[in-house]
């Protein structure tokens, strides 16, 4: 009995041992959770440039742990220096049973989705957007059930169909796909997603008809399918989302008519329809979609008259019914829509006259009605319409005068005897129509009878126009003495100083060289005043920015033109245009300058020979004698100026495109113990955003104007379009920089100037920043025109505009100083 208990005991003990051991050897072979994070962060190799000590993992960038210490997060979005690349595959996903969020947005990753990321079983929000992804979409991501946010947007690369098993994330609220380059047909699976709130894909090749499951998602408020292959009609289904807010199915193959079951989207803000193929008329159940704020109809074959009761739709801000064959009269109505800033009706078939209640919307940016019936006159209330900045009434059959629109924001330009025109023409193929007003020389006393006429034209353009140049401004024949400037009034009182000049002769000689200022010598007009070309008896050719007399006796004019006397005899550079004389006659005011035998920037953008004339090397050597000038009055005047107005109508060019930035009459000096509140001015297009709130002027507001200019001078054209993108910067990574590039210029061959045009541009996108504070100064982008820079690394081609704004080619190299 003893013994068998003794059996028993050894028996036990043994077979503990062997369960140790097992034990022990298990666990060798199968490290804690905890252990397997840390392994498997360790051979992904994503940090590898950052620690290897697993233990502080918790602590690396863009790692998030629980209380456990076991990792709830991984977010590169915030940590740009952690590189991915091709070890995206190499992270083993199954070691990490509680991660929830995974973004590597904006990280090149170059390869595919691999099929291993379904065992995130946990996982609630996943962003792979522009990343460079390849491949089809896996059908894996299908296991990631408890996931509620899904996007894999902007990755040119990826082919292939959308999984059908996408239909199994129940729980997903947000699913983009657009700009993907994903073809076939769009799954009925999708249909099941009934928690959907946000449905992207646009910008694929997606074919097909839209699925009448689409119906079943009822929780929808933004569908987004604009920008692919779809046909057939747009499903009935669709209309009874009643909780949609944002509807864009453009730029597809849809057929068929608006029924008029659109009235039930009573939620929708933006309905975007245009480019398809849609006929029939626009129902009159649209007008019950009281908070539309936008409606995009254009490009379609909609007939029948623009219902009237489009004008009860208050909040509407953009409406365009364009290129249809839309027949009868603008409805009066249109002008109760008091927000409105874009009204496109033009390419159909109206008739009737325009109505001149439209001189009331007082926020339109853009009208456009041209190729239309229209007749009668052109109402001079559109001359009321001082925001307006793109305006088309060509091909009509109008008749009668045109009215002024000096007022607005059209660019007014010289037709070569005097005579302000717009440019582009608004009015072409309007025989009827009578030929531009052309100021005539009058008598002083004729002229004291227009004193509205010309205080109605130059107040507005005085505070919110540039001063616009067709020949161009600027310069003297004159040396300064001793860099000082003597003013002495004469005996009349006059104040009239033009170095190494008598002022009297001096004053002789100009008037004897323009015939008393005849048009005949203007050569443009500007916000408060006329520029003319005068030819002095010693041979030198000078321009003469005269004031107005009317505008001479205003006390906004007169303050603006002792502005720039000021600021111009005070201040040196070669790149900023040298002021040489000034008179303030009782007959007339005016200033000297170089006479700049190429004009304005803006004008020779948009020339066709000079803008040729301009190569790349050109074009970025104005870009730094701008940058240069600016970085002078910022950093090296004391106190530093603010110029205020920089745009390309105020960069002059001489007669080898070097560039001069010229009208001081806006110019400030910061008191740098102050404030800085101000009325905002300079020109529409080129002024920093923050000013509209902070009314608060700094060296910053500059700098965005001169990235504003910057990118025009390389795209050849204002960028309006690339300066709305920045909002949503994803909208740039499939937007390459050669395609803004100007295309009338070949693309650069010599790697250097592919490299200064690279590193241009990603200064001017720096410079674009919303906020003033991460602008770079001008002094740093004048130090980084100056630094050397390393090779590109990837063709002109391939590079995005969300790299440059994200500065990924490679900035930085010597410090120097700006020269001046």
Known sequence: MASSLTISVILGVLWAAILLSFATTV???????????????????????????????????????????????????????????????????????????LDLSD????????????????????????????????????????LEFLDISYNDNINGSIPPQLGNLE?????????????????????????????????NQINGSIPLEIGYLRNLTFLGLYNNRLVDSIPITLYQLTNLEILYLDNNQLQGSIPSCVGSLSKMQDLSLGSNLLKGPIPQEICNLANLTSLYLSQNKLTGSIPSCIGSLSKMLDLSLGSNLLKGPIPQEICNLANLTFLDLSQNKLTGSIPSCIGSLSKMLDLSLGSNLLKG????????????????????QLSGPIPILSATHLYIVDAGNGCEKIFPDPFEGNSDLSPYMCPTPVTEKA??????????????????????????????????????????????????????????????????????????????????????????PSGKVVALKKLHHLEAENPTFDKSFRNEIKFLSEIR??????????????????????????????????????????????????????????????????????HRDI?????????????????????????????????????????????????????????????????????????EEVLSWLSSPSSLVNMKLVDVLDNRLPLPTSQLVTQNLVYV??????????????????????EEFLSRHTSLGIPLRMISLLQLMNREMHIGGKTKTCDV
């Not at 620690?51 to 690396?60: K, L």
């Not at 007339?588 to 803006?602: D, V």
């Open 573 to 642: 550079h070669r790149n900023i245009v040298k002021l040489h004389g000034f008179c303030l006659h009782r007959r007339s005011m005016f200033l000297i300058y170089e006479y700049m035998e190429k004009g304005s920037l803006f004008c020779n953008l948009r020339d066709e020979v000079n803008a040729v004339d301009m190569d790349w090397t050109k074009r970025v050597e104005i870009i730094k004698g701008i940058a240069h000038a600016l970085s002078y009055l910022h950093h090296d005047c004391c106190p530093p100026i603010v």
């Open 447 to 536: 002229n004291s009878s227009r004193i509205p006429y010309y205080i109605k034209i130059f107040l507005p353009i005085a505070i919110l126009f540039t001063f616009s140049i067709l020949g161009c401004l600027l310069c003297s024949r004159f040396k300064l003495k001793n860099n000082h400037v003597s003013v002495q009034p004469t005996k009349n009182g006059d104040l009239c100083s033009i170095w190494d000049y008598d002022g009297k002769i001096a004053y002789e000689d100009i008037v004897a060289a323009t015939e008393d200022f005849d048009f005949r010598y203007c050569i443009g007009v500007g916000g408060y005043g006329s520029v003319y070309k005068a030819k002095l």
């Open 377 to 396: 006159s052109i109402p001079k209330e559109i001359g009321k319409l001082f925001d307006l900045s793109n305006l088309n009434l060509s091909f009509n």
């Open 171 to 203: 729980n997903l609220v947000t699913l983009n796909l657009s700009q993907c380059g994903i073809v076939g047909r769009i799954p009925s699976a999708l249909g099941q997603l009934t928690s959907l709130q946000s449905l992207i894909l646009s910008g």
């Open 27 to 101: 666990t060798a072979a199968y490290p804690s959770p905890l252990e397997s994070e840390a392994i498997a962060l360790l051979e992904s190799r994503w940090w590898s440039n950052h620690s290897s000590n697993t233990s502080q993992r918790c602590q690396w960038p863009g790692i998030t742990c629980n209380t456990a210490e076991s990792i709830t997060k991984i977010n590169l979005s915030d940590a740009p220096n952690i590189e991915v690349g091709d070890r995206f595959g190499k992270l083993n996903f199954s070691s990490f049973p509680n991660l929830v969020l």
């Open 647 to 719: 745009s390309s109508n105020n960069v002059l060019l001489n007669s080898s495109f070097e560039a001069f930035v010229a009208d001081f009459g806006t110019a400030r000096m910061l008191d740098l113990d102050s404030s800085n509140k101000t009325i905002i001015v300079g020109t529409y297009g080129y002024v920093a955003p923050e000013l509209a709130y902070t009314m608060i002027v700094t060296e910053k507001c500059d700098v965005y104007s001169f990235g504003v200019v910057a990118l025009e001078t390389l795209m050849g054209k204002h960028p």
């Open 107 to 146: 990280h090149q990753i170059r390869g595919k989705i691999p099929h291993q990321i379904g065992d995130l079983s946990a996982l609630k929000y996943l962003d792979l957007s522009s990343c460079g992804l390849s491949g089809e979409l896996p059908p894996s991501l299908g296991k990631l059930t408890q």
């Open 761 to 782: 541009a990603t200064l001017a996108f720096a410079c674009l920043n919303p906020q003033p504070k991460p602008r770079p100064t001008m002094k740093e982008v004048c």
